[in-house]
Structures are given as structure tokens and as C-alpha cells.
């Protein structure tokens, strides 16, 4: 069974860092695409950044671009999002997120909370 588990969320002042982690176990994920999501309260989930797990291809969000960045370990079966130069905007419950086809996303973590103060 596919579990996705996220960590590394807390309360960081504005200009700050973070490091997601997701751990993902339950199969194979060479030929995965993984992706962090981030929903902030009365909004809707919103996409931040995906790669493709073991490639070198990314994609960010426009928001995020050029603070953010995703990276995957195959050794550690982990993807990263570096989150750097951290906005309240920013603030949100971040997902992590696995699919191995095209369309939507199959499968989703519990969510890490990241609060960034003014």
C-alpha cells in the first residue's frame, strides 16, 4: 500500500527558510511524478512544484519560482521542497503527492502545516 508522509513544517518568520521531506513507501517510484500542493484556509488547493522522480525536469508555481526548490532521493525514497525567502502568502497546509500515469494524482500525504509571520 502507496503512504505518503510529510515533515518539516512549523512557524518561521517572514524572510525565513523551510525544508519539506516526504517519505513515500508502498512501491516502486522510478517512474513516478511527484508534487507538493499547499492549501491556506478558505482557499482552494493550489499546485507548487513537481518533478519527476529520478529525472531532472521540474516545474514550479509562478508564486514560487526562484525561492522554492523540489528534489527527489531515490537512496532515501524522499522528496524535498527547499522553501526559501518565505511570505506570509506562503502560509498553508503543504501536501506531498504521487502519480505514475498522466491526469490527476493518485495519491496524497496528511499534509505538514508551514506558518510564516509577519
Known amino acids: 500500500q502507496v503512504h505518503l508522509v510529510e515533515s518539516g513544517g512549523g512557524l518561521v518568520q517572514a524572510g525565513g527558510s523551510l525544508r519539506l521531506s516526504c517519505a513515500a513507501s508502498g512501491r516502486t517510484f522510478s517512474n513516478a511524478d511527484m508534487g507538493w500542493f499547499r492549501q491556506a484556509p478558505g482557499k482552494e488547493r493550489e499546485f507548487v512544484a513537481s518533478i519527476r522522480w529520478g529525472g531532472v525536469s521540474t516545474y514550479y508555481a509562478d508564486s514560487v519560482k526562484g525561492r522554492f526548490t523540489i528534489s527527489s532521493d531515490n537512496a532515501k525514497n524522499t522528496v524535498n521542497l527547499q522553501m526559501n525567502n518565505l511570505k506570509p502568502e506562503d502560509t498553508a497546509v503543504y501536501y506531498c503527492?504521487?502519480?505514475?500515469?498522466?491526469?490527476?494524482?493518485?495519491?496524497w500525504g496528511q499534509g505538514t502545516q508551514v506558518t510564516v509571520s509577519s
Open positions: 503527492a504521487a502519480k505514475w500515469t498522466a491526469g490527476t494524482y493518485d495519491y
